[in-house]
Nanobody, 128 residues
């Protein structure tokens, strides 16, 4: 059964931090790769970060050095630690899973459409 539930969003000032969590069902968590994506009003959905089952990761250039993606296999949970937040990070953040393609994280970050299942999202708002 597919199950992805995000939490941890909120409102912070620029320079602040947030940690997003995504709890997945066993079936969803067992896929090739999981990732975080975001969509701001009036903009297309874009990849943020992804992590494969072997622990390899991929990041969008805009978040490198500021965001860190990680997994806790014992809890079937995906995390996104976001530091040094900027107003341009404001968006709805979605957790997603790839159960079919097996593409590497960098590819999935670049092509969000390849992900198979999506959560409902959690809002992140960064004020200046």
């Amino acid at each position: 059964q597919v199950h992805l539930v995000e939490s941890g969003g909120g409102s912070v000032q620029a320079g602040g931090s947030l940690r997003l969590s995504c709890v997945a069902s066993e079936y969803t968590y067992s896929g090739y790769c999981m990732g975080w994506f975001r969509q701001a009003p009036g903009k297309e959905r874009e990849g943020v970060a992804a992590i494969a089952n072997d622990g390899s990761t991929g990041y969008a250039d805009s978040v490198k050095g500021r965001f860190t993606i990680s997994k806790d296999n014992a809890k079937n949970t995906l995390y996104l630690q976001m530091n040094s937040l900027k107003p341009e990070d404001t968006a709805m953040y979605y957790c997603a899973a790839d159960l079919t393609t097996g593409y590497r994280p960098r590819t999935l970050v670049a092509v969000p459409e390849m992900m198979d299942y999506w959560g409902q999202g959690t809002q992140v708002t960064v004020s200046s």
